[in-house]
């Protein structure tokens, strides 16, 4: 199973404080020194997009969030004082639970054991529509649950909210919508102290413990989960209702709360559903009692997630042997009549008859693959070889088109997992596969100064619709040997897909592509984090990448002087004459290319330049920390493997480091990972994906510092470009129609 985390994003708090924000972190290094977890399925999540918390919240409440303009009042309710890193955390937190609740989703049913994904943290329930309260800024698990049922991936969902504080955000938010069941099981006397009215409502009085709580648990969820068909199950497994709380007054133990997990894991497993988990409160004076318990959460999940569900009875799970506190099932109901548990349906909203036909909602393509076979049409396709995407594609375009698509990258609009690289001829050859699907943007998710101007240029441009989904993926391979026989060391072919059939709609060369989009990227990082005043540009390296560079950074800065060294003197001369002749060539006013310097050594190339680009292949350092002037921006391009690096670790140490994926950082790139493994910085040296930044995070912060963009390249930028040159190619009718 994955566990999506955010507990890098640290928000500032008084001292003395009550919530516990290092809990989040001691779990996570909880689940893996006890292996609960391989550290291989954790992952840092993706802030959640600003459109994605408007689904649920008022425009106005997220503006006020983002920008710190909440009244003093408002901002007290929620318990929090405002900082850019309290949106930022919040905004990590609301996007793990959907990346738990989109992973679970994706995932196919009938595969062996319960599919699950779990958020190391939200459960923000005391979160409305128009305001925060009780440590809650958003409401993560609305908002998921509100972005699966825009994007149709779900039909329904049901809320089974353990916390011992009642849901009275979520309760409130999914009043009148017959698509989302909330269930809260929580204490009669505890806050909120105003109760919202759920779907259903189970209260304690002071006091109950385990007997009771579980009773009523397996009363009241299989009958839910049996007539409500949810098709996800979000958990909110609090840790507060625990008899050593803070703010809980029950008197659950430790492991009467891993029963309840059990017991919640195991009537979703017997039913196929799947389940997203989220820890949400937990306020022992005891940390590590905390930790135990999220901990024994997420085991419980994980065990359930390896195995098929052994027993389709709820009383295996409570009266399983490791669940010292088991009640049994005689006393179950005679704790259901007690006094103390109740139960009330809210008669408006209950039960709505599940829709007969789920399974055509949720998977529109079975109902095609039962068609008839005459009623097949033949697909169509357009094939575009690489003189025909130069044709379609400028370089000012793929600029405004990749600076979108980072941003939609980091906004969560894209699923793109981390790309698979075979080895091909031992450590010779590589093939990597890169899919992407970009989801259709339906508005404006900017804040801050950058932003709103990359987006303006994506969308004045009526050629091209930012709005449109796109799917794809690219297949490069990387072949050393290929130089000897005349051809590039990389080459690339992109397949781009219909993303509402998923028939092939266009196969592109993808070689010119990976070059210009490459370049393309580095000139929005360098636009974003650069020195405005920037002139002098040096590069190392005289590939293609060195060229697209060299012609990039000239749209987006005013460069005077530019030099180059690579180690074979015949390829830089060669360069140099190349680029003079590209010069000539151009004549646009626009974008003058610089006269280009070859020099002998790299550091006569580097010492004084304010934009440096590494485009090597070199597996070893080619740029030495102290050649490097404070203020210069680095693009760093080449070494793309883990056991590689192409910059001083001195330098990225002592730099503010931004990269394009985050999760591909931390596993793809030497210059993270190395620096990393031999203790010279933390994963949250990286400060911001270039993505966030576009949309509006903060990019360089004086003069003064050091700014390096490590670009490992993402699918999505691919599957962008190619969307923008097949675009541009069917308007211009450019390229071949054929049948497949
Ligand atoms: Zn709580």
């Known amino acids: 199973m994955k566990a999506f985390y955010s507990d890098t994003f640290v928000l500032p708090l008084p001292e003395h404080h009550r919530f516990p924000m290092t809990k989040y972190r001691l779990l996570r290094e909880r689940l893996i020194a006890e292996r609960i977890i391989d550290a291989d399925d954790l992952r840092v999540a993706d802030p959640v997009a600003w459109d994605d918390l408007r689904l649920v919240h008022d425009a106005g409440y997220v503006d006020a969030v983002a920008n710190g303009t909440l009244p003093a009042d408002m901002q007290r309710r929620i318990g929090f004082p405002w900082s850019p890193m309290m949106v930022e955390r919040s905004r990590r937190s609301v996007g793990a639970t959907l990346a738990a609740a989109r992973e679970v989703c994706r995932d196919e049913p009938g595969a062996v054991g319960l599919r699950v994904s779990a958020n190391l943290a939200g459960g923000t329930h005391h979160a409305f529509r128009d305001r925060g309260e009780g440590y809650c800024v958003f409401n993560d698990v609305a908002v998921a649950a509100s972005a699966l049922l825009r994007d149709g991936e779900i039909a329904r ?49 002071d006091g109950a413990g385990d007997d009771e709580y579980l009773a009523a648990l397996e009363q009241h969820l299989p009958p839910v989960l049996d007539r409500f068909q949810p098709d996800i199950v979000f958990y909110l497994a609090g840790a507060d209702p625990y008899e050593g709380d803070r703010l809980g007054r029950l008197e659950l133990t430790i492991d009467g709360l891993r029963t309840r997990d059990r017991f919640v894991f195991n009537a979703c497993c017997g039913r196929s559903l799947p389940v997203a988990v989220v820890m949400s409160g937990g306020y022992a004076p005891d940390v590590d009692a905390i930790v135990t318990i999220h901990a024994n959460t997420i085991r419980e999940a994980a065990a359930f997630a390896r195995s098929a569900v052994n027993s389709q009875s709820a009383h295996s799970a409570i009266n399983s042997p490791s669940a010292h506190s088991a009640i049994n099932p005689q006393s179950a109901h005679s704790a259901i009549s007690s006094q103390s548990a109740h139960s009330a349906i809210n008669p408006q909203s209950a039960f709505n008859p599940p829709i007969t036909n789920k399974s055509a909602i949720r998977n529109p393509q079975s109902a095609m693959r039962n068609a008839p076979i005459g009623a097949t049409v033949s697909v169509c396709f357009r094939l575009l070889t690489e003189d025909d995407v130069k044709r379609v594609l400028t370089m000012d375009d793929l600029i405004d088109a990749m600076s979108g698509a980072l941003r939609s990258f980091s906004t969560g609009q894209v699923a793109q997992p981390v790309r698979t690289v075979i080895s091909v001829k031992g450590d010779e050859a590589f093939f990597g596969l890169m899919p992407a699907y970009v989801r259709a943007d339906t508005g404006d998710a900017n804040f801050g100064a950058a932003g709103p101007a990359d987006i303006r240029a994506d969308r004045g441009d009526a050629n091209y619709s930012a709005a449109a989904a796109s799917l794809g993926a690219k297949l490069v391979t990387v072949f050393g040997g290929n130089i000897a026989r005349g051809l590039h060391s990389h080459l690339a072919s992109i397949v781009l897909l219909d993303p509402d059939t998923g028939a092939l709609r266009a196969l592109l060369d993808g070689r010119y592509i990976t070059e210009a989009r490459t370049a393309a990227v580095s000139a929005v990082s360098s636009r974003l984090l650069a020195r405005k005043t920037a002139q002098s540009l040096a590069i190392i390296g005289s590939g293609v990448q060195a060229r697209s560079h060299l012609e990039a950074l000239s749209r987006v800065h005013n460069i005077r002087y530019a030099a180059v060294w690579s180690p074979n003197k015949a390829h830089r001369d060669q360069f ?165």
């Open 576 to 740: 140099v004459a190349n680029c003079t002749r590209d010069a000539a060539a151009t004549h646009d006013g626009r974008g003058a290319r610089p006269d280009v310097k070859a020099v002998d050594h790299a550091g006569e190339c580097i010492v004084g330049a304010d934009l440096i680009v590494l485009a090597t292949s070199s597996p070893a350092p080619v740029l030495e920390n102290g050649w490097v002037k404070p203020g210069a921006h680095v693009m760093s391009v080449g070494a793309c493997r883990p056991n590689q690096r192409e910059m001083d670790p001195a330098l990225v140490a002592r730099a503010r480091l931004f990269v394009d994926s985050r999760a591909a950082a931390l596993v793809e790139s030497g210059d993270v990972v190395l620096g990393i493994q031999e203790g010279r910085f933390g994963p949250d040296h990286i400060v911001a994906e270039v993505g966030e930044v576009v949309n509006g995070a903060e990019g360089r912060r004086s003069d003064g510092e050091i700014t390096i963009f490590k670009s490992l390249g993402l699918a999505v930028e691919d599957v962008t470009a190619a969307d923008l040159a097949y675009r541009r190619a069917v308007e211009r009718r450019i390229g071949q129609e054929l049948e497949l």
């Open 157 to 205: 969902a049901a809320v089974i909210d353990c916390d011992v504080h009642q849901g009275n955000g979520t309760a409130a938010i999914f009043r009148d919508d017959p698509r989302v069941f909330t269930f809260s099981l929580h204490g009669a006397n505890n806050f909120p102290f105003r109760k919202e009215t759920s779907d259903l409502d189970v209260t304690f009085e």
